[in-house]
């Protein structure tokens, strides 16, 4: 599998069939806008896949045998012999919370990257507070021109993107005359 030429093809769909096809493969539904993550998500869960396909494919009655023996797996730490409900039970005991997934690849790949250290471990931190909720402003803007105002903030100290346009919309917001609206985004970027 060539990560490079697959991570380029899924990257040219939509983000709804990239979204679509993510659901697919994990086992896992998002709202993710980041094609480049999705696309990653896909090809890793996708090699998992391969690589455990692999393995039954070269023995096949040692598989048959293992997945017949479950309570030895959980003993012996070999993950590959639990169904998915097991997966899932050790995936909330390693990962730290809950998932939705029933793909035995994707889980799989999942914990062995908790193990390794790669993946936050515990429950996701997000941006809700209670009786809050959130919407997402959608901007399209050509690269080139994404790639000159992040440095243009970048150069300039600022931490994000994100505090970049909140700061950006307070002031000009402000400029307008509309300075209770304002005042909400010098409050969100102090926070």
């Known amino acids: 599998m060539s990560t490079k030429k697959d991570m380029a093809k899924l990257t040219k769909m939509k983000l709804s069939e990239l979204q679509a096809k993510f659901a697919e493969v994990t086992g896992e539904t998002t709202r993710s806008p980041n094609k480049t993550f999705l696309a990653r998500g896909i090809v890793e869960a996708l090699q998992a896949s391969d ?61 062995r990257e908790a193990q390794k250290g790669r993946i936050p471990i515990g429950p996701r931190k997000n941006a809700h507070r ?40 307070g002031r000009y917001l402000k400029e307008l005359g509309a300075e209770d609206v304002a005042a909400l985004f010098v409050d969100a970027t102090a926070a």
């Open 130 to 169: 209670e009786g809050v909720t959130f919407k997402v402003l959608p901007l399209r803007m050509e690269t080139g021109t994404v790639d000159k105002l992040d440095e243009a903030w970048r150069s300039r100290g600022i931490k994000s993107r994100t505090e970049f346009f909140r700061g950006a919309l």
């Open 51 to 111: 690589t455990r396909a692999r393995a039954e494919a070269a023995a096949p009655d040692a598989h048959a045998e293992a997945t017949a023996q479950t309570e030895p797996a959980v003993a012996d730490g070999k993950l590959t012999r639990l169904t998915v409900p097991e997966l899932q039970a050790r995936y909330l005991e390693i990962v730290g919370r809950p998932t939705g997934s029933n793909n035995s690849a994707y889980l799989l790949w999942k914990i």
